[in-house]
C-alpha cells in the first residue's frame, strides 16, 4: 500500500520548451503532494506544497511562475518545467500523504529525471 | 524550525556486519521522525518511522531505529547488513503540531556494504 508513480521517468528537452511531470497516488487518496527537486549527491530541496484543490504553497526562492503546480484530484498532481533552460536540468521528486497508513507521511515516487538541452 | 544532523557523510562496512547510522535533530516542538532510503537513481523509500507509543521501531530489510527524546536522536540499526543495503539514507523529522507535515531532512548517510 502506499504507491506513488510519476511520469515520465526520464525526459529530454531542448532549451525553451515546457515539460510536464505527473504524480499519481495508485492506491491512497493524497489530500497534500510534495515537489522535491534533488542535486547530485544531496539531499532533497522541497519546492512547494499543493493541497487538493488549493493553490499550492512555494518555498523561498523557488519561481512559482516556472515551476506550476496543479493538483486538481486527490490522485494527481503535475509539476510543469514553464520555457526549461539547462540550469532547470536535475531529479525531480513527488511525494504524498494522506489519510491510513500515509497521515503524517510522505511517500515518495521514483523521480523524474530532466534534461535541458 | 526543526533541524537534522546525520553525523556521518560516508559509512563502510562489511558483508553481514552491524551498521549504526547516526541521526540528531533540534527542534522546539515534538517532531515525528522518518527514516528513508534512497538506491542510486530512483525515489526515497520509507524504512521506518516513529509516530507515537513505543520508541523501539521496527522497519522493513531488518532496521530498526530508537527514539531517545532526552538525547533527541533517532538513530538506525541493522544487525547484520547484505550488499543490497548499499544505498543513501536519509533521516528526516516533521512538526507534530504544525499542519503542513512538511519534512525536513539531514544531509543522508551513504552506506556502503564491502564483501
Known amino acids: 500500500g502506499a504507491v506513488v508513480s510519476q511520469h515520465p521517468s526520464w525526459v529530454i528537452c531542448k532549451s525553451g520548451t515546457s515539460v510536464k511531470i505527473e504524480c499519481r497516488s495508485l492506491?491512497?487518496?493524497?489530500?497534500?503532494m510534495f515537489w522535491y527537486r534533488q542535486f547530485p549527491k544531496q539531499s532533497l530541496m522541497l519546492m512547494a506544497t499543493s493541497n487538493e484543490g488549493s493553490k499550492a504553497t512555494y518555498e523561498q526562492g523557488v519561481e512559482k511562475d516556472k515551476f506550476l503546480i496543479n493538483h486538481a484530484s486527490l490522485t494527481l498532481s503535475t509539476l510543469t518545467v514553464t520555457s526549461a533552460h539547462p540550469e532547470d536540468s536535475s531529479f525531480y521528486i513527488c511525494?504524498?500523504?494522506?489519510?491510513?497508513?500515509?497521515?503524517?507521511?510522505?511517500?515518495f515516487g521514483p523521480g523524474t529525471r530532466l534534461l535541458v538541452l | 524550525a526543526q533541524s537534522v544532523t546525520q553525523l556521518d557523510s560516508q559509512v563502510p562496512v562489511f558483508e553481514e556486519a552491524p551498521v549504526e547510522l547516526r541521526c540528531n535533530y533540534s527542534?522546539?516542538?515534538?517532531?515525528?521522525l522518518f527514516w528513508y532510503v534512497q538506491y542510486p537513481n530512483q525515489g526515497l523509500q520509507l524504512l521506518l518511522k516513529?509516530?507515537?507509543?513505543?520508541?523501539l521501531v521496527k522497519g522493513i530489510n531488518g532496521f530498526e531505529a530508537e527514539f531517545n527524546k532526552s538525547q533527541t536522536s533517532f538513530h538506525l540499526r541493522k544487525p547484520s547488513v547484505h550488499i543490497s543495503d548499499t544505498a543513501e539514507y536519509f533521516c528526516?523529522?516533521?512538526?507534530?503540531?504544525?499542519?503542513?507535515?512538511?519534512?525536513?531532512f539531514g544531509k543522508g548517510t551513504k552506506l556502503t556494504v564491502n564483501p
Open positions: 527542534s522546539s516542538v515534538s517532531v515525528y
Open positions: 492506491d491512497f487518496q493524497a489530500t497534500t
Open positions: 511525494s504524498a500523504s494522506g489519510s491510513g497508513r500515509s497521515l503524517r507521511t510522505q511517500y
Open positions: 528526516a523529522v516533521s512538526d507534530q503540531q504544525g499542519g503542513s507535515e512538511k519534512l525536513v
Open positions: 516513529y509516530l507515537s507509543g513505543s520508541t
